[in-house]
């Protein structure tokens, strides 16, 4: 039977089994969370999220004051005379007495205090909105269109200078013929009444603002503003379809990973590994059915909501990446309980990795990091260019192909059905592809493979970190850097060492360091050349790739890192392998500290 035969078979007969298996109770279920799901996002994106309702406590004397914030859910508004209200002043977060405003030397109160100042300008713009002669109160507007900037992210930090230089202003002598500039309509685009209804809406106060502050860009209308409303571009709608997306794609990925387990369980695969197919077809066959569902839902909400197909190619490589992990998780889990563990804990740092850096997709470089950010762009009319698909997804594709092959080679029989404990079963996935006539030849490719999942990792540090005050933000991001490193490139030798002890003498510890070293070098250059040319371009770039234009240091870190933890792991055995690579990321930080204040010098 040929491949594709073999995993045609395979996948009808893993739809079939899993529409029987789960039909009945699960995908009724399923099919349930997912309609709550998108009646919930449409219900949340018309009313708001209620979960500020009735925080704070205002007690006013006027009733034209309590006009003020009788529209906002947030205050419970007390009215009462100055005398009552003062004996229970309190019990109060604001107080307004003879319009006099008394805010509560709290946390609580200061918050209030902002929300009542949010409060009286959207009062002000409705006012404002009714009045006779519109330009009188807003006698600027402004045409908001935004570019894509062209900073030189380096150029601070190579000494140049980037603003106007401190020094008495020269003025210019124009060197070139004067050309005539055409001048902007003195006019507004649109009629008095479409502006009348533009600052209305401005201060109707959606449920939406109080959380965002801004309500994606739209038509004209929305491009219009007057200067108090200027703020920062932030994607919330986007953001919301992009969950809508996610969350299926996610929730479908687990059906696979159930799958997998079910086949461990009571050694029920034992018929399918018995089958004369190999492991290839049955991990190919048995994911092939959900990742067609996959992009099917995927594809079902983008002709739904209008959205051009072109957001489905930064996604394929997100569906691929769930899988894969569904797969080693299904293999490396004991029973459904540590599973149910292990899935959480990966779509804790799955979807923080893919959402928080969304967030900046109109502010900042380190968005890219995010295949989500293309969605984002994309749904915005932005789209994105060849190069920022390829930054995007590269480790996605990558460490979705490693983990394909690491479920691959291990999906066999003493593998599927072993009771050892979560770590050693991922210690033997990583044994399993070292050759015992060539161990540091595995050594080798092994550091190499793991590259894209530091990468990765380290982006993950990059996103958690990226908004801790400086200088703790880069002190944290080169700590957890160095520990990442020194765990990626030990564990090959951790691995083999743990399976045969014998193996670690003073010659094959020089050679094994080399190797390692090696490969870790090659590995990074390999995938910093086709994915890391724009992270680098900002600081935090710098701290995680500074040192890779010199070939032979980075070579000696890796090479001694090797060398430290593997002298910890021949000396004292497994129970020292901690403290080895505690040693190892201190040197390591050494290191990069080294660098780093020369980046910042």
Known sequence: MSLASSIRTIATWELNRSMTTMGRDILPLAAGL?????????????????????????????????RVVAPDSRFITDLADGTTLRENRFAYDILILNRVVYVAETEKGR?????????????????AAGEP???????????????RSEIDFLAT??????????????????????????????????????????????????????????????????????????????????LVLVFVFIFPLYFTSQFFMMSV????????????????????????????????????????ITLFIGAPLTI??????????????????????????????????????????????????????????????????????????????????????????????????NFREERLFSEKTLTSRLADFVSGGISRDHPHLSLFLIAAFTIPFVFMAQMMTLVLFFNFPMPLSLVLLTVSAAFIEEVAKSVGLYAVARERPGFLTVKN?????????????????????????????SIFGNILFTSLQVLWMPLLL????????????????????????????????????????GVLL
Not at 35 to 47: G, I, K, N
């Open 34 to 66: 997912l309609t709550l799901l998108v009646l919930v996002t449409a219900f949340t994106a018309q009313s708001g999220v209620h979960m500020q309702d009735g925080i704070y406590r205002i007690g006013i004397d006027d009733p034209d004051v309590a």
């Open 157 to 238: 930090q190579s000494g140049q200078q980037v603003g106007a230089p401190a020094t008495t202003p020269v003025s210019p002598t124009p060197q070139d013929p004067a050309e005539a500039v055409t001048l902007p309509p003195a006019t507004a685009p649109l009629s008095e009444d479409d502006l009348r209804e533009r600052v209305a809406e401005a201060g109707s106060d959606h449920p939406l603002a109080r959380y965002t502050g801004l309500i994606s860009a739209g038509g004209m209308g929305e491009r219009l503003q007057t200067p108090s409303e200027l703020s920062p571009p932030l994607p919330f709608d986007a």
């Open 558 to 597: 890796h090479i001694a890192g090797v060398l430290i933890t593997g002298t910890f792991l021949m000396i004292g055995g497994r129970r020292a392998y901690l403290p080895g690579l505690l040693v190892a990321s201190l040197v390591h930080c050494l290191y990069n500290l080294y660098f780093l204040a």
């Open 312 to 409: 489905l190619l930064p996604l394929i490589p997100v569906v691929i990446f769930f899988l894969a992990n569904a797969l080693i998780m299904g293999m490396a889990a004991r029973s459904f309980k540590e599973l149910s563990f292990v899935s959480i804990f990966f779509s804790t740092l799955a979807t923080s990795y893919l959402f928080f850096p969304t967030v900046f997709a109109n502010t900042h470089v380190i968005s890219i990091i995010s295949p989500l950010t293309l969605v984002v762009l994309e749904l915005q009319g932005e789209g994105f260019t060849a190069m920022e698909y390829v930054y995007s997804t590269a480790l996605f594709v990558t460490t979705s192909i490693i983990l394909f092959y690491v479920g691959t080679v």
């Open 509 to 537: 510890l020089l050679i094994g360091a080399v190797a390692i070293g090696s490969g870790f070098l090659v590995g990074e250059k390999l995938l910093l050349f086709a994915t890391l040319v724009q992270i680098t371009e």
């Open 111 to 127: 918050a209030a205090a902002k929300t009542l100042e949010r409060d009286y300008e959207s009062y002000v713009a409705r006012v």
């Open 261 to 300: 387990m079910n086949e461990r369980v009571g050694r029920a695969g034992e018929p399918l590994l018995a089958a004369p197919v190999r492991p290839l077809a049955i991990v190919i066959g048995k994911a092939l059915p959900y990742f067609g569902i996959m992009l099917f839902v995927s594809t079902a």
């Open 133 to 147: 002669d519109l330009f009188a109160g807003y006698p600027l507007w402004i045409d908001l269109q935004y570019i």
